[in-house]
């Protein structure tokens, strides 16, 4: 029936106008900023650091310098200096870390390939919108400092996403301590196994060569 839609969308209003004084969830206009929706845990914005400890941020970072994310980038907005030497990273393995780490948000699309394309699960999207600011240069260029956040605030904006890292981060750091403590086992027996040979070299029946020989008369 020609204009049926119209008078469908006019019931619609008319039902959540009659709601709204009753129903809460019908309540659609939010005064902002007095008032917040809570933000879906997909929605992201800019990337921001993941370091381990937020009373030593810079000092725990999980980024390593090895510059993936900043080949990946499209726009190019992000630039890292890489560190000379190495420090221990989370686990305690030595590490090179960023000296500078810049993100220039008023070029950043937001793509998330620097998050995607990161081995290190060291970068990942903020969700931080309330960036506005009347110089748009140097405010908008974001640098390591500004960008390192605790863990603990990646499990508060993506719990999901960030229970699943820490899982896979665990489980990738027991197999590396196992690997390692089944290759210093490995070396510990080696090393009796080899004195014992060298004891046994030049006795009655062993194959081995004695390691000096008798002067001649
Ligand atoms: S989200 Fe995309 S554009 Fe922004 S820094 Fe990462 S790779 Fe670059
Ligand atoms: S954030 Fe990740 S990809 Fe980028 S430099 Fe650091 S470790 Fe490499």
């Given at each position: 029936?020609?204009?049926?839609?119209?008078?469908?969308?006019?019931?619609?209003?008319?039902?959540?106008?009659?709601?709204?004084?009753?129903?809460?969830?019908?309540?659609?206009?939010?005064?902002?900023?007095?008032?917040?929706?809570?933000?879906?845990?997909?929605?992201?914005?800019?990337?921001?650091?993941?370091?381990?400890?937020?009373?030593?941020?810079?000092?725990?970072?999980?980024?390593?310098?090895?510059?993936?994310?900043?080949?990946?980038?499209?726009?190019?907005?992000?630039?890292?200096?890489?560190?000379?030497?190495?420090?221990?990273?989370?686990?305690?393995?030595?590490?090179?870390?960023?000296?500078?780490?810049?993100?220039?948000?008023?070029?950043?699309?937001?793509?998330?390939?620097?998050?995607?394309?990161?081995?290190?699960?060291?970068?990942?999207?903020?969700?931080?919108?309330?960036?506005?600011?009347?110089?748009?240069?140097?405010?908008?260029?974001?640098?390591?400092?500004?960008?390192?956040?605790?863990?603990?605030?990646?499990?508060?904006?993506?719990?999901?996403?960030?229970?699943?890292?820490?899982?896979?981060?665990?489980?990738?750091?027991?197999?590396?301590?196992?690997?390692?403590?089944?290759?210093?086992?490995?070396?510990?027996?080696?090393?009796p196994?080899a004195v014992a040979?060298l004891g046994?070299?030049?006795?009655?029946?062993?194959?081995?060569?004695?390691?000096?020989?008798?002067?001649?008369?």
């Amino acid at each position: 029936m020609l204009g049926s839609g119209l008078l469908q969308g006019l019931a619609v209003t008319a039902k959540n106008l009659v709601g709204s004084f009753h129903d809460p969830a019908r309540l659609t206009t939010v005064e902002y900023p007095e008032q917040r929706t809570k933000l879906p845990e997909a929605y992201r914005n800019f990337p921001f650091l993941v370091s381990e400890n937020a009373t030593d941020p810079m000092g725990t970072l999980r980024c390593v310098a090895c510059q993936i994310c900043e080949k990946e980038c499209p726009p190019q907005c992000i630039y890292i200096e890489k560190s000379k030497d190495k420090k221990p990273d989370a686990t305690g393995r030595p590490q090179l870390y960023p000296t500078v780490f810049d993100i220039d948000t008023s070029v950043c699309m937001s793509c998330q390939i620097c998050v995607e394309v990161c081995p290190f699960d060291a970068i990942k999207m903020d969700q931080v919108f309330e960036i506005a600011t009347t110089d748009r240069f140097t405010a908008l260029l974001l640098d390591r400092e500004q960008l390192a956040k605790p863990n603990d605030y990646y499990h508060t904006i993506h719990p999901t996403e960030a229970a699943e890292v820490d899982a896979r981060l665990a489980a990738e750091r027991k197999a590396a301590a196992e690997k390692a403590a089944a290759a210093a086992a490995k070396a510990a027996a080696a090393k009796p196994a080899a004195v014992a040979g060298l004891g046994e070299a030049g006795a009655p029946g062993s194959s081995t060569p004695a390691t000096t020989k008798p002067p001649a008369a």
